[in-house]
């Protein structure tokens, strides 16, 4: 359909768009972030406020995992056994929180920046 | 299982309302449950493919696969949906007419018919691949936990669809001749509302600036937790803290929209005077 080819330019830019990401992102710090047991480690993540930050999450647990934070305005799903990059910031100065939401109960964690 | 239903509500909601809304736009056209359906049963399958495909979705473009997927299939439904509108304003006349006339079988709405099941489809399929790894996750662990999570998923799909059917119906309820005209206006938003969505995903993928990391902040009257903020933000795609660029992709997709619907709709008046002036003249005209 015309319709669905008209979106293939604008895939096309978005796609080339994120394959230069990485050279304007190069010098971003990076925070680890570990899912174990349906638990954040650390629960509690030091940040410097004002850059721009990248959160690396690795899951390992073997089901998947949703990154969730309405403070930060992020969400991303992670496979089980996998990872993914966030990336967050500039913050200004607080507390924000993030859960993962596939097992809210336990899965909570706060990133503070400072 | 409260977990599971809650979880699976949000996500079930959101395409529910789609639904509802495809099925208020397209009253009377021939098939369209079969339409309608199809979309959901093909965006399930493509939902479990994208789930499936998860972690190398993820990995791709340099770590945000995720969001540009997320972005490019909300930009699609945009397209979609406008092409919808702008079809509506050259022949919804005829169709609305062809409706009274003829009851229930109207055969000029094949064409956006196919757009709209697509357009559930694509919201079905978003909705759908995160629902997919939730459950997947669900059931992959605590084997004592699946009867829980069948009736918590059940409930949950069941709650989303209720809220939808609600829509539907209270839809319905507007005159045929209004009809149209709201479902317009309905999908326009939701068009809007998608676009925003998409800048976010975006933003989030560090491609477009945020320009503005909170335009207004809204969560103290309406949170996006509850129901009425989900609800808001798949119907006029309200969220509580917008981030600049999302305002401008919403007006410009409203705006862009509006206007290509109000230049077809010019079209259609300027050769339909000129055929009623054609018709009307003394002169004896071959009828076509």
Request: hydrophobic letters at 35%.
């Given at each position: 359909m015309k319709q669905a080819l008209a979106s293939i330019p604008l895939m096309l830019i978005a796609l080339g768009a994120g394959l230069s990401a990485p050279y304007v992102l190069a010098a971003d710090d990076t925070f680890t972030l570990v899912i174990k047991d349906h638990r954040f480690d650390p629960a509690q993540l030091d940040v410097p406020a004002g850059k721009k930050l990248k959160l690396l999450v690795k899951n390992l647990d073997t089901t998947p995992e949703e990154f969730e934070s309405h403070d930060l305005k992020r969400e991303k799903v992670i496979a089980g056994n996998g990872q993914a990059t966030i990336s967050i910031g500039p913050l200004k100065p607080g507390t924000y929180k993030f859960v993962g939401e596939y097992h809210e109960a336990t899965a909570q964690g706060r990133i503070v920046a400072k | 299982m409260l977990a599971t239903a809650i979880i699976v509500f949000r996500e079930a909601l959101e395409a529910a309302l789609v639904v509802s809304i495809v099925l208020a736009a397209t009253r009377g056209v021939i098939r369209r449950g079969l339409w309608v359906s199809g979309g959901v049963f093909g965006g399930l399958l493509g939902a479990t493919a994208v789930a499936f495909f998860a972690d190398v979705i993820a990995a791709a473009a340099s770590g945000v696969g995720q969001e540009l997927f997320n972005a490019t299939v909300l930009f699609v439904a945009v397209i979609m949906l406008g092409w919808h509108n702008v079809w509506m304003s050259r022949h919804g006349r005829e169709l609305a007419s062809s409706l009274k006339s003829a009851g229930e079988a109207v055969r000029g709405g094949a064409r956006p018919m196919r757009v709209l099941a697509a357009v559930v489809g694509v919201a079905v399929l978003r909705e759908g691949s995160e629902l997919v790894l939730f459950l997947y996750g669900v059931a992959a662990s605590e084997s004592g936990e699946s009867s829980g999570m069948l009736t918590g998923a059940l409930t949950g799909v069941g709650a989303g669809v209720a809220i939808g059917a609600a829509l539907y119906l209270g839809l319905l309820r507007i005159p045929s001749s209004r009809l149209f005209t709201v479902t317009g206006w309905m999908i326009l938003l939701l068009a809007a509302g998608m676009a925003s969505q998409g800048a976010a995903f975006l933003v989030q993928a560090d491609i477009?600036?945020?320009?503005?990391?909170?335009?207004?902040?809204t969560t103290a009257l309406v949170?996006?937790?509850?129901v009425a903020g989900r609800v808001l933000h798949t119907l006029i795609g309200y969220t509580p803290r917008p981030y600049g660029i999302q305002v401008v992709f919403y007006l410009v997709a409203l705006g862009g929209i509006l206007t290509l619907m109000k230049i077809v709709n010019r079209t259609r008046h300027t050769s339909s005077n000129a055929e009623a002036a054609l018709n009307s003249s003394t002169t004896p005209q071959p009828s076509n």
């Open positions: - | 477009l600036p945020a320009l503005g990391e909170s335009v207004w902040d949170s996006d937790q509850g």
